[in-house]
Nanobody
Framework: EVQLQASGGGLVQTGESLRLSCTAS?????????IGWFRQAPGKGRERVGC????????LYLDSAKGRFTISSNVVKNTFYLQMNSLKPEDTAVYYC????????????????WGQGTLVTVSS
């Protein structure tokens, strides 16, 4: 079973950028997977920040993330990324990556695999 390893979190100031990485333990066929990033802020539920699906041709982002966050992938490195620009204190959360096989952003159930989470803290 493919495992995901998330990394790249840290403490930044408002307006700065971070790039999160999610590396798969085995080859991921990005054409067959929906790739997602989620976050969970203290005291809140988990929300989907963004998702890409090559098979569906979709790139979906949370409204508050549109124009600031971008998901990309590197097939050779079996890694996908979440580039976060113009960070705000309300972006503070634990960020998780996930992949759903043979699925799309619309249909994904996100039953696994999931990365372990990486903490992003944005100070004001």
């Amino acid at each position: 079973e493919v495992q995901l390893q998330a990394s790249g979190g840290g403490l930044v100031q408002t307006g700065e950028s971070l790039r999160l990485s999610c590396t798969a333990s085995a080859e991921l066929d990005f054409d067959d997977y929906a790739i997602g990033w989620f976050r969970q802020a203290p005291g809140k539920g988990r929300e989907r920040v963004g998702c890409i699906s090559r098979s569906e041709g979709s790139r979906l982002y949370l409204d508050s993330a549109k124009g600031r966050f971008t998901i990309s992938s590197n097939v050779v490195k079996n890694t996908f990324y979440l580039q976060m620009n113009s960070l705000k204190p309300e972006d503070t959360a634990v960020y998780y990556c996930a992949a759903d096989s043979y699925s799309t952003c619309t249909a994904a159930l996100w039953s696994g695999p999931w990365g372990q989470g990486t903490l992003v803290t944005v100070s004001s």
